[in-house]
Nanobody, 124 residues
Framework: QVQLVESGGGLVQAGGSLRLSCAAS????????MGWFRQAPGKEREFVSA????????LYADSVKGRFTISKENAKNLVYLQMNSLKPEDTAVYYC?????????????????WGQGTQVTVSS
C-alpha cells in the first residue's frame, strides 16, 4: 500500500554533488514528516535530515549541515535531498522514511514507513 522509492544515487568524486529523490505513494503526503537516513557498512543507520509536513521546517545532522538541503513538493509527493561538497564519509545507502505521530524526528523508531534505499558512493 504505502511505498517509498528512492532514486538518484550513484558514484561521484569527493567534492561533487548528487540529488536524491523519494517518491511516495499510498499515503496522504502532507500529513507526514519525511526523513532521510543513511547506513554505511558496519555502522548503524543514522539520521541525516527531516522536513516538516508543510515543508516550512527542516532539520539536519551536524555532519551534513551546510552541505545538504532537504526539500519537498507536496503536490507531487516528492522529497529531495540535495547533497553538495560530498565526502568519502558520506558513502552509504540512503533511505527515505515517513512518520506522522508526534515524536523525535531524529530517531529511527519515529518513522512508520521506509524505502529500500539508494547507494551513494563518494570516491577520494
Amino acid at each position: 500500500q504505502v511505498q517509498l522509492v528512492e532514486s538518484g544515487g550513484g558514484l561521484v568524486q569527493a567534492g561533487g554533488s548528487l540529488r536524491l529523490s523519494c517518491a511516495a505513494s499510498g499515503l496522504i503526503f502532507g500529513a507526514y514528516v519525511m526523513g532521510w537516513f543513511r547506513q554505511a557498512p558496519g555502522k548503524e543507520r543514522e539520521f541525516v535530515s527531516a522536513i516538516s509536513r508543510s515543508g516550512a521546517s527542516t532539520l539536519y545532522a551536524d555532519s551534513v549541515k551546510g552541505r545538504f538541503t532537504i526539500s519537498k513538493e507536496n503536490a507531487k509527493n516528492l522529497v529531495y535531498l540535495q547533497m553538495n561538497s560530498l565526502k568519502p564519509e558520506d558513502t552509504a545507502v540512503y533511505y527515505c522514511a515517513a512518520g506522522r505521530a508526534a515524536g523525535i524526528y531524529t530517531l529511527l523508531r519515529y518513522y512508520d514507513y521506509w524505502g529500500q534505499g539508494t547507494q551513494v558512493t563518494v570516491s577520494s
